[in-house]
């Protein structure tokens, strides 16, 4: 509707947003936190791997949820995505690390800079060190990112001998989890997750 300004840009960047986000959970921990309370961290897209970093930072969030997210870097996601739809993301790539701090070179929709910062970044990092309950949901024709990175992370859990994560899939959806009728499964999604952490007390492995 309206092109952000160019401040906006100069600091839409994974580490800000990192910073930002963490300044904000801590003084409302601070501020209203009550420990005997379930505190959910719920992120969406890249805003999972902000969640994540987050659940694996600060002690006092209980359960992690993540929508439209996975555990592939996103290089990798995005790899899949060029091939699915044609698109040389790798020539991309190799331009745009050529500008990494440029917020006025642009490609897929966002500035080198914002590409710079996200793209590197391993939710496994993350995710490894996490013992809350996890759950993540994700529409199966999800046309930003690959299924296959919530597969990585179901992988990646069962080799760390990980037992906290809960993996929900949404049959013919896309990324904000609409369907090829135009049925929108939000409400679901968050009934689903209303089950589940409530299923689910932190330590205790009760998946749904």
């Not at 839409?12 to 501020?31: A, G, H, I, P």
Request: proline residues 4%.
């Amino acid at each position: 509707m309206f092109e952000a300004s160019k401040k906006f840009h100069q600091y839409n960047y994974f580490s800000q947003w990192l910073k930002d986000q963490k300044e904000f959970v801590k003084r409302m921990l601070d501020n209203h936190g009550n420990p005997d309370k379930n505190i959910v961290m719920f992120g969406v897209s890249e805003g999972g791997n902000v969640a994540a970093a987050l659940a694996s930072e600060i002690s006092q969030i209980t359960h992690l949820i993540i929508l439209g997210g996975g555990s592939m870097k996103g290089i990798d996601e995005f790899r899949i995505w060029g091939k699915n739809n044609n698109v040389d993301f790798d020539k991309f790539y190799q331009e745009m690390q050529k500008y990494p701090e440029s917020i006025e070179k642009r490609g897929i929709g966002q500035t080198y800079k914002y590409w710079a910062s996200v793209l590197p970044v391993d939710p496994m990092d993350y995710l490894k060190k996490i013992d809350i309950p996890i759950l993540v949901a994700i529409g199966e024709k999800d046309e930003k990112v690959p299924i296959e990175s919530v597969n990585f992370m179901a992988d990646a859990f069962k080799k760390l001998h990980k037992h906290n994560l809960t993996v929900k899939i949404f049959p013919d959806c896309n990324h904000i989890l609409t369907d090829s009728s135009g049925k929108n499964h939000r409400s679901e999604l968050l009934q689903y997750a209303y089950t589940w952490w409530n299923c689910n007390p932190p330590n205790h492995d009760c998946r749904l």
